[in-house]
C-alpha cells in the first residue's frame, strides 16, 4: 500500500481560517472563528485525501535563525490579535482528539519543519503534499512532494505540481527561492531589489535561470535602471535568498513514523465539538454508529422497590426526589417515572401512578415536607402540567452544581457522580439510547436507573451543600439561585401569550414582501433564476453583471453575506439580495419558526429559561430562544407585535437597566470619572468622548461619541485593539491608541483590570459581588494564549456576573413585591438587562413606580441603578 503523508502550516491555516470567517463565540465566551475554520479544512483533507500519515507544524515563537542574518526579518507584521492568539491552544487541541501529530522547534519555522518531513517522505517515494497559504512552501515541489495553497477563504485551494507551476507562473520549483530573492515579500520584511516585481523577476530566471546567472550577466539585462538597481541591491538579492531557503534538514526530533495517522476515536472529537459549540459538524464524523465509551464497566448492587399502590409510609418529611423525563423538553415530555429516596427506603412509582394518586399529591404540596431534587424548575413545571403544585422544593443538585463549577460542561446526576469519585450511575444514554433510537426501558431497568439517580442525588446533598458554604456562596445559591428558579419555573409555565393570527399575517406580508423583491432582483438582473441559489446567483452577479470577484468556492461564486456587504456600492442588485435573504430569515427562522412552538390550547409561547449554562451566570432562553428575536430590522422588531397579554384590558410593561454593566464598571473600579458622570446624570459616551479627545462637551461629534460608545462597552467584554478596529472599522494603530487613551483618562479602570489578573493569579478565580466564581486555571499558563485569554475574562467576568446577578436578585424582589401589594400583574420574560411584564391597565401607575423603586434599589452601589419603562398593547410597543 502506497503511504501518503500531508504536512499542514497550522499557522498559515489558522490565519486564514481567523481572517476569512467572521468573529464566533461559544456559549463560553471563547472565539472559535479560527478553530472552526481550522477543522472544516481538516476534515475535508481528511475526507478527500485518505492519508496514511498527518502532521501539523507550527512556528515556535518569534525569534528564528534567519533573524541573526537580519534583525528585521518579519519585523513589519502586526500582533497578533488576541482573539486568534487564544484559539491556537484550542487548535492543538483539536488534533489531539483527532489523534494527529503536531510539531514545532525553537529557533526554526514551520516551513523548515514541513521541508524537512517532505523531503524524507520524497526519499522513501511517498506521495507527500503540503497544505499551506505561503508561497515559499512552493520551492518543495517535485514529482513527489504538491503543495496545495489556500486562495480566498479556507477550503478553496489550487494544487502545484512542477508542470502547473510551469504553466501558471512560467518558473520551475527550483526557481522559487530566487523569483523570491529577486522580488522580495513585503509580508515576511524581505527587502529582495526594489522595484523588481514578479513579472521582471520570472523575465529574468527565463532569460539567466538563477540568481547566479543574473548577476553573472549582468552586462545583458536590458534597461539601465534596472541594472542598476540589481547592482546597487546585489547583498539585499543574496541575504534575501537565504531568508527564504527552507532548511529541509533542520533538527527536527520526530520522523515520518510520528506522523502515522490511524483514525480518531469519536467519543475524543464529539466532546470537543460540543464543548466548542460545532454541532453542525457532528454530522460529518459518523456519530450515530460510534460506540459510546465505556463509563461504568460494573455497577454495584442497588436494591429499589417499584410500587404503584402508594402509602404514606412510602413518603418522608425529607426525601430525594427525581422525575424521569425522555426529554429535556419537559413542557410537553410525559413523566414515565419518579425516584423517592429517603432514610427509610429506595422506591420507584411509574408515572401514572404517581401523578395520579391523592396520597403522592398531597404529600407533593405539603411545603412542610422537604424535597430534595434535579432541577426544581423542571420539577415544578413538569408536576404543573398534571395539577401538582409542588411545595418543599429546598435543595437543588443541578443549581448547587453548577455554582460550584460554571466550567464544568456537563451538570447532570451522571458527571456530578463522577467529579465526587463516585460511579454508580450509568449515563442517561447507555439505558435508554440516544436519537432517533431512544426508547423508554422495561420496568425493572428503568426503576434501577431511577433509583440509582434519586440515591446519589440523597447521598451527595450533604458534601455539595458543604462544598458551597465552604466556597462562601450559601447566600448565591439559598437567597439567589434557589428562589430564582421556581419564579422562573412560574414565568415558564405562565407563557406569553401570542396573538397567532398576528404572526400569520405578519408571514403573509413577508411572503408579498419577498416576491416583490425577488420580481425586483429578476428586472435588475435582465432575467428569472433560482434567488436561492448560489449556483446560478454566482453568475448573474460576476459574469453577467461584471462584478468583482472576491471569492470563488470549489463549486463556484461565493455569494455570502460578507462578500455581498462589500459589494453594497457596486450595483443596486446587492442590497436587494441583502434584503432579501435577511427577510426570508425572518419567514423561516421567526415567523414559522414561532407558529410552531404556540401551545395549540393555550396560544402562548413557553420558553425554557436555561440557569445553569453561562459562565457569567446570564440566563439564557431556548425552545424557542426569545431573547434573539431579530430588532435591527424594522420587519424584526415588528415580530414582538404578536406577543400579547393574556388578558382582556391588559397591557405590556418592559422596564430596562440603562447601562447596567458600566455601572457596575463604576463601583468596581471605583473610578472616580465615571462615578461622577453617572451620579451627575451625564450622558456617559460623551462624557469619555470629552475625557479621552480632551473637547468640551459641544465639541463631541457623533463620531466621536460612538467610538467612546464602543470602547465603554469593548472595555466590559475585554475588547483588544483588533476587536475594537473591527467594530468601528478602523485601523488597529489607531484602536490601540484610543484604547490606552481611554485608560489613561480612567485611571481608577486601568488599576481595576492590573488587580483583578492579580487576584486571579494568586486565588485561580474571580467572583462577582454576590460571590459568584469563574475559575481560571490557564491564568498562570506559561502559554502566552492561554493566559492572555484567562487573563480578559478575569478582567469583564466579575463585571458581566455581578450584572446578571442584580437583575436575578430584582426578579426575586419584584416577585415578592408584587404578592405584598396584591397586584395581579406577572413577569413574563428576562432579556439581559430587561424585565418584561403583563398588567391590568388599572395598576399600570402603581406598577410603574413600584417596578423602578424595586430594580433601582435592589443593590447599593456607588452609582445609582437608572430603569427605563415602557408600555403598551404589544411587547412592542413596550419598546
Sequence with gaps: MSQKLILIDGNSIAYRAFFALPLLNNDKGVHTNAVYGFTTMLLKILEEEQPSHVLVAFDAGKTTFRHKTYEEYKGGRQKTPPELSEQFPLIRELLDAFHISHYELDQFEADDIIGTLARQGEKEDWDVKVISGDRDLLQLVSDKVS??????????????????????????????????????????NIPGVPGVGEKTAVKLLNQFETLDGVYEHLEEVSGKKLKEKLTDNKDN??????????????????????????????????????????????SRIGGEEAEAEEVNESLPEIEVETIEDIKEEHLAETTALVIEMLSESYHTADIEGVGIVHDGGKYFIPGDQALHSEVFKKWAEDANKKKWVFDAKKTLVAMKRYDIDVKGLSFDLLIASYIINPSENHHDIPAISQRMDRKEVAFDEEVYGKGAKMKVPDTEVLADHVGRKTDMLFQLKETVEEQLKENEQWDLYHELEMPLSQILGIMEYTGVQVDVDRLKQMGEDLKERLAELEKEVYELAGEE???????????????????????????????????????????????????????????????????????EDTNKIHTRFNQALTQTGRLSSIEPNLQNIPIRLEEGRKIRQ???????????????????????????????????????????????????????????????????????????????????????????????KFIERYLESYPGVKAYMDEVVQEAKQNGYVTTLMNRRRYLPDITSRNFNRRSFAERTAMNTPIQGTAADIIKKAMIDLYHALEHEGLEARMLLQVHDELILEAPEAELEKLQSLVTKVMEETVDLEVPLKVDDEQGDTWYDAK
Excluded at 527552507?246 to 460540543?274: C, H, M, T, W
Aim: charged fraction near 25%.
Design 147 to 188: 503543495v496545495a495553497l489556500t486562495k480566498k477563504g479556507i477550503t478553496n485551494v489550487e494544487t502545484y505540481t512542477p508542470s502547473f507551476m510551469k504553466e501558471k507562473m512560467d518558473v520551475d520549483p527550483s526557481q522559487i527561492i530566487d523569483l523570491k530573492a529577486l522580488m522580495g515579500d513585503s509580508s515576511d
Design 529 to 599: 433564476f433560482n434567488l436561492n441559489s448560489p449556483k446560478q446567483l454566482g453568475p448573474i452577479l460576476f459574469e453577467k453583471l461584471e462584478l468583482p470577484v472576491i471569492k470563488k468556492t470549489k463549486t463556484g461564486y461565493s455569494t455570502s453575506a460578507d462578500i455581498l456587504e462589500q459589494l453594497q456600492d457596486k450595483h443596486p442588485i446587492i442590497e436587494k439580495i441583502l434584503i432579501y435573504r435577511q427577510l426570508g430569515k425572518l419567514q423561516s427562522t421567526y415567523i414559522e419558526g414561532l407558529l410552531k412552538v404556540v401551545h
Design 237 to 282: 538579492a543574496y541575504m534575501s535568498k537565504d531568508l527564504v531557503t527552507i532548511n529541509v534538514d533542520s533538527p527536527i526530533e520526530v520522523g515520518l513514523e510520528k506522523a502515522q495517522y490511524e483514525g480518531y476515536e469519536y467519543q475524543k472529537v464529539s466532546s470537543f465539538f460540543r464543548d466548542l459549540g460545532f454541532n453542525s459538524l457532528l
Design 642 to 736: 404578536a406577543f400579547i397579554p393574556s388578558e382582556e384590558g391588559w397591557k405590556i410593561f418592559a422596564a430596562d437597566y440603562s447601562q447596567i454593566e458600566l455601572r457596575v464598571l463604576a463601583h468596581i473600579a471605583q473610578d472616580e470619572k465615571l462615578i461622577s458622570a453617572f451620579k451627575e446624570g451625564a450622558d456617559v459616551h460623551t462624557k469619555t468622548a470629552m475625557d479621552v479627545f480632551h473637547v468640551s462637551e459641544d465639541e463631541v461629534t457623533d463620531q466621536m461619541r460612538r467610538q467612546a460608545k464602543a470602547v465603554n462597552f469593548g472595555i466590559v467584554y475585554g475588547i483588544s485593539d483588533y476587536g475594537l478596529s473591527q467594530s468601528l472599522g478602523i485601523p488597529r494603530k489607531e484602536a490601540k
